[in-house]
């Protein structure tokens, strides 16, 4: 498969409860450190927080038909690149799931929902099947 693609839907209103609930225990077990202090800095931190979350998720589906292991919250990290786009930065178990492909990201959100798509392509001949 030379294309692969992932999509996830979150409730902003559920990231938010989450946070009333566990806080900086959610945070750091689910997001990076980076991760943490851009969505804080934002006016609605939970519209933020909740598209990254989306996006670790389509990630994670997007990689489903050919990697099986197991892959943390963490090692997706999402970040803004320096035109203000967002990217996926994948780290450890992440890495090898893109080992000859690339992957791109779209995110968006509003009052109750964030969205989340991640393409990924072959970029070389390592990664065809």
Do not use: N
């Not at 980076?34 to 598209?51: G, H, K, T, V």
């Not at 998720?57 to 035109?83: L, N, Q, T």
């Not at 000859?100 to 989340?116: C, P, Q, T, V």
């Amino acid at each position: 498969m030379a294309v692969s693609a992932g999509i996830d839907l979150v409730s902003v209103p559920r990231i938010e409860a989450i946070l009333a609930r566990w806080g900086k225990k959610f945070l750091r077990r689910i997001y990076t450190e980076r991760e943490i202090a851009y969505c804080m800095s934002q006016a609605f931190p939970a519209r933020s927080l909740a598209a990254r979350f989306a996006a670790k998720e389509a990630f994670y589906k997007a990689v489903s038909p050919w990697h099986r292991g197991s892959i943390g919250h963490k090692s997706v990290e999402i970040v803004i690149d320096g035109r203000g786009f967002p990217r996926i930065e994948p780290h450890g178990p992440a890495t090898s799931a893109l080992v000859g492909r690339g992957a791109s990201l779209s995110l968006s959100h509003e009052e109750e929902f964030a969205i989340a798509v991640v393409v990924t392509s072959v970029t070389s001949k390592k990664g065809r099947k």
